[in-house]
T-cell receptor, first 113, second 110 residues
Framework: DSGVTQTPKHLITATGQRVTLRCSPRSGDLSVYWYQQSLDQGLQFLIQYYNGEERAKGNILERFSAQQFPDLHSELNLSSLELGDSALYFC????????????FGEGSRLTVL | GQNIDQPTEMTATEGAIVQINCTYQTSGFNGLFWYQQHAGEAPTFLSYNVLDGLEEKGRFSSFLSRSKGYSYLLLKELQMKDSASYLCAVASGGSYIPTFGRGTSLIVHP
């Protein structure tokens, strides 16, 4: 158990819909990272938040957005869903000032039908 | 951006030694990570190399050559539970956020 909590574990929805994935980082970690893992693309970095502010952006689509709240939990919002958005979405957190080691949550598996 | 290459799949025998290679092309290198990921589970951190040389941690060792853009993960005394995907990841360009390769699926058989 990494200490990073993600909900829901599984989600099935239809094209065009919107979903919200939630992540709570490990106690004391200020950074939250979102990654998408699909069979054909591997693990792709989406976005990072640090202490409530966006710190870095990766290959995140405009249909996707995220935020980090004052209690440091984060939400990833996916809208106008397409079949290709079906993937495992991982959240990770890291120790402030650490080597960059990421602690991953168990992931949210999204299936778009 | 980064270009990270590692073999797609490897097989090995229980008790043996296996070396998983990773090559990368990047600028502003900030470190190389290895993660292990069992099917359907979260990646877990194995090692971090930022200087050239070998880092040993129990049955697992990781090597880095920055001039060659090359790393390997060495797994000794293989166990069935080592069957997993091994992800090579590189941080670069002023960022410590790892960019992951596609991973090497290791199958350990009796």
């Amino acid at each position: 158990d990494s200490g990073v909590t993600q909900t829901p574990k599984h989600l099935i929805t239809a094209t065009g819909q919107r979903v919200t994935l939630r992540c709570s980082p490990r106690s004391g970690d200020l950074s939250v990272y979102w990654y998408q893992q699909s069979l054909d693309q591997g693990l792709q970095f989406l976005i990072q938040y640090y202490n409530g502010e966006e710190r870095a952006k990766g290959n995140i689509l405009e249909r996707f957005s995220a935020q980090q709240f004052p209690d440091l939990h984060s939400e990833l919002n996916l809208s106008s869903l397409e079949l290709g958005d079906s993937a495992l979405y991982f959240c990770a957190s890291s120790v402030p000032g650490g080597s960059g080691e990421l602690f991953f949550g168990e992931g949210s598996r999204l299936t778009v039908l | 951006g980064q270009n990270i290459d590692q073999p797609t799949e490897m097989t090995a025998t229980e008790g043996a030694i296996v070396q998983i290679n990773c090559t990368y092309q990047t600028s502003g290198f900030n470190g190389l990570f290895w993660y292990q990921q069992h099917a359907g589970e979260a990646p877990t951190f194995l090692s971090y190399n930022v200087l050239d040389g070998l880092e040993e941690k129990g049955r697992f060792s990781s090597f880095l050559s920055r001039s060659k853009g090359y790393s390997y993960l060495l797994l000794k005394e293989l166990q069935m539970k080592d069957s997993a995907s091994y992800l090579c990841a590189v941080a670069s360009g002023g960022s410590y956020i790892p960019t992951f390769g596609r991973g090497t699926s290791l199958i350990v058989h009796p």
